[in-house]
């Protein structure tokens, strides 16, 4: 399978899944998002993306002060987040149960891309 292959199939995954998927770069801008992600906050990828994942009012998002005084993402010290149950606003205002698995993407050399998330509505189980 030749990379345009591979691309096309990941392009394929990523609109099939039914947990709303965000990219997320090192300073906690959105990079991208998914239908599900759409369909589950009811946010549009083009009101997102380039803003704060902040946006989303995460209630277990914990940030962690820099030597230099600024906030950092715990998530990118610890690496992931596994299962956690945690709300998030929609853009209604309402706000939403989800559970919510996230990793860090590394560079070649260790050092963070940014962070891939999912978030599965938790709402009716």
């Known amino acids: 399978m030749n990379t345009q292959e591979i691309n096309r199939y990941l392009k394929g995954i990523i609109g099939a899944m039914n947990e709303g998927l965000l990219l997320v770069a090192p300073d906690g801008t959105m990079l991208m998002v998914n239908k599900a992600f759409e369909d589950l906050t009811g946010y549009k990828a083009e009101e997102v993306v ?11 998002c914990e940030t962690t002060l820099k030597k230099d005084g600024a906030s950092w993402c715990s998530l990118f010290e610890k690496g992931q987040v596994i299962k956690k149950r945690c709300s998030i606003i929609k853009k209604d205002g309402t706000c939403l149960p989800v559970l919510k698995n996230a990793s860090l993407l590394k560079d070649d050399e260790g050092l963070p891309l940014g962070a891939v998330e999912t978030l599965t509505d938790i709402s009716e189980v």
Do not use: F, K, N
């Open 50 to 60: 380039g803003r704060p994942c902040t946006l989303l009012h995460c209630d277990a």
